[in-house]
């Protein structure tokens, strides 16, 4: 067997990942929570890196013995050191800021090599500079294989996502639409993101400039994979809220999800309260982004919030009241 055609055997599809019900106090109606956290590499990410990698060994951009390269801090640095290990592949991660030795550490123990680079924005024209082949998951957001999987699962009403790259929400949107599902997607985006105010004002180039306290959603500009069309309804969510909702998920299921996971699940009873209003009934997914120790000191830690100025608890008998808990 050559090396393109085991490479593609080992980016086939994985295991489906669990539907979590959570209970809800609208009569009919039924949440699940999709846990990506139980990927191999605990989050969503795992999808966007298969998706990438599968792309690039189709369109021959990487081949046996290949540097592959990305840009970014977070989980997608871990899924794709994650496949460059399973395709023996050298891995190079520019990441933004000052080292840290948290978030090099899971590359490093996949084999991969972290470079960090200030400020921030640099790190985008660092990977360019490195030879190798720039994945590039902001420029060449691919569809990935949530839809297909979950609805082979269940068939859902309404979908709640996040968006970062815009990959997830567009590859759902483009599955329900190419199989004349009816199901509706709705985005929860977090304070500062561009998408929200994007969208309501039909303007793909808008910029808040400002970045997202939310890890793993929200951006401070539409991104070029973010496609409106394939979106029903895009829900703010304070961040506050979001992090109320994370603890919640947390206190219910005990898996200790991101802030992203929160700000999903505030949009999804959102739409179960109007759902309950107006007597509906039906399913509502909404995605769990990630889990991981790491953010027991960031959202689910009462001094992090505070330095914050989150007031979560604001928000917190309105997520008993919605859950029925
Ligand atoms: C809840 C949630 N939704 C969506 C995403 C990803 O969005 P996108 O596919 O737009 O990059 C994430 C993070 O990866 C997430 O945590």
Known sequence: MNWNTRALDVLA???PTPLIGLPVSAPGVRLLLKDESAQPTGSLRHRHARALFRQAVLDGSIAEGATVVEATGGNAAVAQAWFARRL???????????????RARPVEELGGECRFVTPPPAIYNAAREIDGHFLDQFGRAAPHDL??????????DWVVTGASTGATSATLGQWIRSHGESCRVAVADPENS???????????????GMPS??????????????????????VPVPDAAGVAAARHIREVTGLPVGASSGTALWAALELVERM???????TVVSLIGDAADRHLATCHDD????????????????LWQRTGL
């Not at 023996?88 to 948290?102: K, T």
């Not at 306290?213 to 895009?234: M, N, S, Y």
């Not at 309950?276 to 039906?282: I, V």
């Not at 001094?303 to 309105?318: C, N």
């Open 13 to 15: 599809v994985g295991e």
């Open 88 to 102: 023996g592949l050298p891995y190079i991660v520019v990441m933004p800021g000052e080292r840290s030795q948290a």
């Open 147 to 156: 839809a297909e999987e979950l609805f082979g699962q269940v068939r859902p």
């Open 194 to 208: 561009a998408y929200f105010p994007g969208w309501t004002l039909d303007a793909p180039d808008y910029g808040t």
């Open 213 to 234: 306290r939310i890890e793993g959603i929200g951006r401070p500009r539409v991104e070029p994979g973010f496609q409106p069309d394939l979106v029903d309804l895009i």
């Open 276 to 282: 309950r209003a107006r007597g509906e009934t039906g």
């Open 303 to 318: 001094g992090w919030a505070a330095g914050k100025g989150l007031d979560i608890g604001q928000y917190t008998g309105t």
